[in-house]
């Protein structure tokens, strides 16, 4: 049986067959609409994600399935001190596969260790969550028409942000492209990851604090919120949390093909005189979340 | 300074100097009813001092925790007083409950009943990573 607890561990040739389905899914909903008839989703969510556990739900009812589960700690047996293992075994008997959001990260990983049932990451505290990066390879696959020869900038906060951290190690299996590191001092991006995943594979990357610097190179500009949950300290989170705003002022040499893109929710990080320039994909990319869900819950149900 | 020789058993030498007590902890030495002798700060040709291990009985050592502490120990096995085999250490793939993840996000953190697992992931670099989190083993002292 198998889970998605990681990106990596899906090959580049599993994700290419996922956004493949997701395309079909996409141009011929109809033919999908009752191939989970029968079968239900557990989203469980130890702490409240509203838009990742709606886009679960709607992916499961759009292939004809059922969805049961909570949406925070304090509803469930957590909060009487029940341990992630058994809360994973009992919910196993009751539904078929098992959507998981939790504050601590390696959480997912415990679950899929005694689930009987797949396991999929819905993130996990500043650590994983694959099924946004899957969200982001299909909207730059759709938008672009490829996932090689690309600009990429990343901006905003690149040390906690997991879908950050996500997006560059599923990236740099892909040939040729470039990261453009945009981030105050205090938000860089991991020395690891850097380390580890850019120089391992040879990926030319650059570093800046000024977003309009690169802006005339980019294909993809990649906005990231600074999240409050993920700092211990609320002054810093205050000093930093506008530290970037995009706007049509800043995009004024960007390529007319950009795709700007976020994983939502934003707060400031983009102006709303944006959101109608025609090269703004982040409300496009919740719905393709929505079609790379559904391609992932058939691929572990094992569903053709 | 003279410390008996032993007949059957171990000397654990080149013991980086200073870490021959956290050995004899971790290793749980206490526990044995044999002679133990812990020499610490002893002359070594090339790093200057050194801490040996000496144990008067053949046990099993785990050699994995051994390497993951320092993998420059060499253990020498003793019989009938003479050395018959020096062991050269390697950084074991995995250790389990010998480090605890420090990471306050970590899954660990919070349910107490998991193992402390952490993988080798640069060998290079002597780079340990917690199986849950991630989060890499800063300092192995």
Same mark, same amino acid.
């Given at each position: 049986?198998?889970?998605?607890?990681?990106?990596?561990?899906?090959?580049?040739?599993?994700?290419?067959?996922?956004?493949?389905?997701?395309?079909?899914?996409?141009?011929?909903?109809? %033919?999908?609409?009752?191939?989970?008839?029968?079968?239900?989703?557990?989203?469980?969510?130890?702490?409240?994600?509203?838009? &990742?556990?709606?886009?679960?739900?709607?992916?499961?009812?759009?292939?004809?399935?059922?969805?049961?589960?909570?949406?925070?700690?304090?509803?469930?047996?957590?909060?009487?001190?029940? &341990?992630?293992?058994?809360? !994973?075994?009992?919910?196993?008997?009751?539904?078929?596969?098992?959507?998981?959001?939790?504050?601590?990260?390696?959480?997912?990983?415990?679950?899929?260790? %005694?689930?009987?049932?797949?396991?999929?990451?819905?993130?996990?505290?500043?650590?994983?969550?694959?099924?946004?990066?899957? &969200?982001?390879?299909?909207?730059?696959?759709?938008?672009?028409?490829?996932?090689?020869?690309?600009?990429?900038?990343?901006?905003?906060?690149?040390?906690?942000?997991?879908?950050?951290?996500?997006?560059?190690?599923?990236?740099?299996?892909?040939?040729?492209? %470039?990261?453009?590191?945009?981030?105050?001092?205090?938000?860089?991006?991991?020395?690891?990851?850097?380390?580890?995943?850019?120089?391992?594979?040879?990926?030319?990357?650059?570093?800046?604090?000024? !977003?309009?610097?690169?802006?005339?190179?980019?294909?993809?500009?990649?906005?990231?919120?600074?999240?409050?949950?993920?700092?211990?300290?609320?002054?810093?989170?205050?000093?930093?949390?506008?530290?970037?705003?995009?706007?049509?002022?800043?995009?004024?040499?960007?390529?007319?093909?950009?795709?700007?893109?976020?994983?939502?929710?934003?707060?400031?990080?983009?102006?709303?005189?944006?959101?109608?320039?025609?090269?703004?994909?982040?409300?496009?990319?919740?719905?393709?979340?929505?079609?790379?869900?559904?391609?992932?819950?058939? %691929?572990?149900?094992?569903?053709? | 300074?003279?410390?008996? +020789?032993?007949?059957?058993?171990?000397?654990?030498?080149?013991?980086?100097?200073?870490?021959?007590?956290?050995?004899?902890?971790?290793?749980?030495?206490?526990?044995?009813?044999?002679?133990?002798?812990?020499?610490?700060?002893?002359?070594?040709?090339?790093?200057?001092?050194?801490?040996?291990?000496?144990?008067?009985?053949?046990?099993?050592?785990?050699?994995?925790?051994?390497?993951?502490?320092?993998?420059?120990?060499?253990?020498?096995?003793?019989?009938?007083?003479?050395?018959?085999?020096?062991?050269?250490?390697?950084?074991?793939?995995?250790?389990?409950?010998?480090?605890?993840?420090?990471?306050?996000?970590?899954?660990? +953190?919070?349910?107490?009943?998991?193992?402390?697992?952490?993988?080798?992931?640069?060998?290079?670099?002597?780079?340990?990573?917690?199986?849950?989190?991630?989060?890499?083993?800063?300092?192995?002292?």
């Amino acid at each position: 049986m198998k889970h998605l607890i990681d990106i990596k561990d899906l090959s580049v040739e599993e994700i290419d067959d996922l956004i493949e389905v997701a395309k079909d899914i996409i141009n011929h909903k109809e %033919k999908y609409s009752h191939k989970c008839d029968g079968k239900k989703l557990a989203t469980l969510f130890f702490e409240p994600s509203t838009r &990742t556990r709606l886009s679960f739900e709607a992916a499961m009812m759009e292939l004809g399935g059922n969805v049961i589960g909570f949406s925070e700690a304090s509803s469930s047996s957590v909060a009487k001190g029940e &341990t992630v293992s058994d809360t !994973i075994r009992v919910v196993g008997c009751y539904s078929d596969i098992i959507a998981m959001r939790h504050p601590k990260e390696g959480a997912p990983y415990v679950a899929s260790i %005694k689930s009987e049932v797949p396991i999929i990451n819905a993130g996990d505290g500043g650590h994983n969550h694959p099924t946004q990066t899957l &969200t982001d390879l299909l909207t730059i696959k759709c938008e672009k028409g490829r996932l090689d020869n690309l600009n990429i900038g990343l901006c905003g906060d690149l040390k906690f942000g997991r879908t950050v951290h996500s997006l560059i190690t599923a990236m740099s299996r892909y040939k040729n492209i %470039k990261f453009f590191l945009i981030s105050p001092d205090e938000l860089s991006l991991p020395e690891y990851i850097k380390r580890d995943v850019l120089e391992k594979n040879n990926i030319e990357y650059v570093e800046t604090k000024n !977003i309009e610097q690169y802006m005339k190179d980019l294909d993809i500009l990649y906005m990231t919120r600074v999240q409050k949950e993920r700092f211990f300290n609320e002054e810093d989170y205050v000093r930093l949390k506008d530290y970037y705003i995009l706007n049509k002022l800043k995009l004024k040499k960007a390529k007319k093909d950009l795709c700007i893109m976020h994983p939502l929710p934003r707060v400031n990080e983009i102006s709303t005189d944006v959101d109608d320039d025609p090269r703004a994909c982040y409300f496009k990319q919740a719905r393709y979340g929505k079609y790379i869900r559904m391609a992932l819950i058939l %691929k572990l149900l094992e569903v053709k | 300074m003279n410390i008996d +020789s032993i007949k059957n058993g171990y000397v654990i030498d080149h013991i980086k100097a200073g870490n021959a007590m956290k050995i004899y902890q971790i290793l749980n030495l206490n526990r044995l009813d044999c002679q133990v002798a812990i020499i610490t700060n002893a002359k070594s040709k090339k790093t200057g001092t050194k801490d040996i291990i000496k144990i008067d009985k053949n046990i099993d050592i785990d050699l994995e925790t051994l390497g993951f502490i320092d993998h420059n120990i060499t253990v020498n096995i003793v019989k009938d007083d003479k050395i018959v085999e020096k062991r050269k250490l390697d950084l074991p793939e995995t250790v389990v409950n010998v480090a605890r993840c420090n990471n306050p996000r970590c899954i660990t +953190s919070i349910e107490k009943y998991l193992d402390h697992i952490f993988v080798l992931t640069d060998k290079e670099n002597e780079i340990y990573r917690c199986k849950y989190c991630e989060m890499s083993l800063k300092n192995k002292d």
